[in-house]
């Protein structure tokens, strides 16, 4: 299947300053990319949509203003944590939508680890 | 709104059978999937039922569907100690759309 990694897998990062983690598609582009959090032991929660070229649609409670998304090509999203505080730690998932095959599909990076201290 | 629930937990021993239970409130949900998550990694799409089909089979995988009921459940045969995992449902109205996640059923396997 199509493959999205992400980037770093892993980061520890003090109070205050900011991340960016990046989510890219290998082998197909994708206008469409969505992130997600999730919380220990619970679901993937949607925090927005990604859309290359245009800007990135929120949900409702996620703050703009502190997760920047840029997905300036068809390969590549970023999702910066701005002024990171302890309780942003948690597991961030980015995916991507494949359009090109025969079926309309979604397909997910292995996860960003996020700790802040 | 749409919502998604399956139970938390499931345990079976190894070479059994496990079936996977889930519901969803969207009756205009178009994909339905079952994702796999093994600890500290990111979601494989084990697979995916069109809600025009009433099961798919895949291998060891089998998803039944009840769309008047909005019931999905997925059948893992001869289950192995591999599968432990948590399995996610989800439903989005076209493939690649906004999907909507269950909470997840922790499948324990025992040997």
């Known amino acids: 299947g199509a493959v999205v990694s992400q980037h770093p897998s892993r980061v520890i990062c003090k109070s205050g300053t900011s991340v960016k983690i990046e989510c890219r598609s290998l082998d197909f582009q994708a206008t469409t990319m969505f992130w997600y959090r999730q919380f220990p032991k619970q679901s993937l929660m949607l925090m927005a949509t990604?859309?290359?070229?245009?800007?990135?649609?929120?949900e409702q409670g996620v703050e703009k203003d502190k997760f920047l998304i840029n997905h300036a090509s068809l390969t590549l999203s970023t999702l910066t944590v701005t002024s990171a505080h302890p309780e942003d730690s948690s597991f961030y998932i980015c995916?991507?939508?494949?359009?090109?095959?025969?079926?309309?599909?979604?397909?997910f990076g292995p996860g960003t680890r996020l700790t802040v201290l | 709104g749409e919502d998604v629930e399956q139970s938390l937990f499931l345990s079976v021993r190894e070479g059994d059978s496990s079936v996977i239970n889930c519901t969803y409130t969207d009756s205009s949900s178009t994909y339905l999937y079952w994702y796999k998550q093994e600890p500290g990694a990111g979601l494989q799409l084990l697979t995916y039922?069109?809600?025009?089909?009433d099961m798919k089979q895949d291998q060891r995988l089998t998803v039944l569907l009840n769309k008047k009921d909005k019931h999905l459940s997925l059948r893992i045969a001869d289950t192995q100690t591999g599968d432990s995992a948590i399995y996610f449902c989800a439903e989005s109205h076209t493939g690649g759309f906004k999907t909507i996640f269950g909470a997840g059923t922790r499948l324990f396997v025992k040997a």
């Open positions: 995916s991507a939508r494949d359009q090109g095959g025969a079926t309309d599909t979604q397909y």
């Open positions: 990604s859309n290359e070229g245009s800007k990135a649609t929120y």
């Open positions: 039922i069109f809600s025009n089909m």
